[in-house]
């Protein structure tokens, strides 16, 4: 059964870069997954952020691209975020989740990380 | 590119149904037969009840059914329990085209059972 879990600061400053890492347990990065990431800003829906595949393939939200990076790390069996350029609007529950090749819903989910963004 | 359309809010009485929608367009909801529902308790994960439009993931109950037309789909979930009062989100699959998003949410409809 595989298993996500999000980590990384939990306060970013403004203009600052919000790194995260998703750990991936009970199964191997580099299966034919798609490992995305979604955020969550407070009292608002879901936003898809970008997913990366085991080949280091990458699809971006247009709207965070230009801030955006979605990396692996085969060696450590995780992959990570990098936003830079944060304000407050990327203040966020985020979360890492999976979607297998061929199947296009979300299966698995991180049990998400509260980023908030402040001075 | 705006979020898919879901109601702000719903409610229904203990035992009875109630239908969340979620209306998208037709590079979405209206193309793509990948749409799915997330149930989402406070301060945790959402979780996976509807896939495909229509199918339910192993371990949910059938109370739980999904549809579509044109380019709104909904759930339904009948026999309301006191564990249905949730969050519940819609996501359609919109493909991997360059300059577009792959996923799209809806905004979360909240869901009181009286």
């Known amino acids: 059964q595989v298993q996500l879990q999000e980590s990384g600061p939990g306060l970013v400053k403004p203009s600052g870069t919000l790194s995260l890492n998703c750990a991936v347990s009970?199964?191997?990065?580099?299966?034919?997954?798609?490992w995305t990431w979604v955020r969550q800003s407070p009292g608002k829906g879901l936003e898809w952020i970008g997913e990366i595949y085991h080949s280091g393939n990458t699809n971006y939200n247009p709207s965070l691209k230009s801030r955006v990076t979605i990396s692996l790390d085969k060696s450590k069996n995780q992959f990570s975020l990098n936003l830079t350029s944060v304000t407050a609007a990327d203040t966020a529950v985020y979360y890492c989740a999976r979607w297998l090749l061929n199947f296009y819903y979300m299966d698995v989910w991180g049990r998400g990380t509260t980023v908030t963004v402040s001075s | 590119q705006s979020a898919l359309t879901q109601p702000r809010s719903v409610s229904g009485s203990l035992g009875q149904s109630v239908t969340i929608s979620c209306t998208g367009t037709s590079s979405d909801v209206g193309i793509f037969n990948y749409v799915s529902w997330y149930q989402q308790h406070p301060g945790k994960a959402p979780k996976l009840i509807i896939y495909d439009v229509t199918k339910r993931p192993s371990g949910v109950p059938d109370r739980f059914s999904g549809s579509k037309s044109g380019n709104t789909a909904s759930l339904t979930i009948s026999g309301l329990q006191a564990g249905d009062d949730s969050d519940y989100f819609c996501?359609?699959?919109?493909?991997?085209?360059?300059?577009?998003?792959?996923?799209?949410f809806g905004g979360g409809t909240k869901l009181t059972v009286l």
């Open positions: 996501c359609s699959y919109t493909g991997p085209y360059a300059g577009a998003y792959t996923w799209m």
């Open positions: 009970g199964g191997s990065i580099r299966s034919s997954n798609w």
